[in-house]
């Protein structure tokens, strides 16, 4: 699983991902805000919508933003407004056991849920930052009933970030559905990255557990630096650019 925000880097990464997510994380290396608590419904289906168009038969998630399944109505509003209005598959929902209700809720109105339980970026301000998880047993032990209980309410996959690796794996153990890691170690079903950081687009912070499949910020300064001396210097564009 990797994230795409538009239908130009979806086309790209359709041939080798089982899975798009169209996380609210846009609201960050996007949309240039220093957490993902301001993304709203409408920026969320914007980007679904390309996401779709740009790979339109990959499995596409869309992340239900802050405040947006805030009860069981609202969730059933917002998770319909993202089937009828892009073609993604299925929406996700932060949170655990307390969350549980709104999963069941949404799949018992034929939606597609993906949990995503452990760090919870949605959660950054009332927990005063971005703290890992699954430090202490009565940590493990909360993680592992988080992912069964959104397991049992109906999700179909979960996201796990930013827990010890060796607590991860405990909770792959224990469900069926796949669990997908986020700073979570290898014990896990599958992987996912924020694409703007694994590019290396992204500048501002880069997380521990993220790796770098390319220095994409100094590939794209290095070819715009280029084009600027080439425009200033006239050698671009030289007679094979012109009609
Ligand atoms: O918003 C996002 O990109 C996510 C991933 C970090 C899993 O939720």
Same mark, same amino acid.
């Given at each position: 699983m990797i994230t795409a925000y538009d239908a130009l880097f979806a086309r790209l990464f359709q041939e080798s991902a089982d899975i798009l997510l169209v996380g609210d994380s846009l609201n960050m290396?996007? @949309?240039?805000?220093? *957490?993902?608590?301001?993304?709203t419904m409408d920026q969320m289906i914007y980007h679904t919508h390309a996401v779709c168009k740009g790979a339109p038969d990959t499995f596409v998630i869309c992340d239900m933003p802050f @405040?947006?399944?805030? *009860?069981e109505k609202t969730a059933l509003h917002n998770a319909l407004r993202v089937y009828q209005e892009t073609r993604a598959d299925a929406v996700k929902i932060e949170g655990g056991a307390n969350k549980a209700h709104l999963v069941k809720y949404l799949v018992d109105n034929g939606i597609a849920v993906c949990g995503h339980i452990g760090l919870?970026?949605?959660s950054v301000r009332a927990e005063g930052g971005y703290k890992v998880k699954g430090k202490s047993e009565e940590e493990a032990l909360s993680l592992i009933a988080d992912a069964q209980a959104i397991e049992k309410a109906g999700a179909f996959i979960i996201v796990i970030e930013g827990v010890k690796a060796d607590v991860a794996a405990r909770v792959a153990q224990s469900i069926s559905v796949p669990l997908i890691g986020i700073g979570a170690g290898?014990?896990?079903?599958g992987q996912v990255l924020v694409f703007s950081d694994m590019l290396g687009l992204y500048e501002p912070f880069v997380p521990k557990f993220v790796k770098q499949y390319m220095k994409g910020a100094s590939v794209v300064k290095e070819a715009v630096a280029s084009y600027a001396n080439e425009v200033q210097s006239r050698a671009f564009p030289d007679e094979n650019y012109v009609y």
């Open positions: 290396s996007f @949309g240039g805000n220093p *957490d993902t608590l301001s993304a @405040g947006t399944y805030i *009860d919870l970026p949605q290898n014990g896990v079903d």
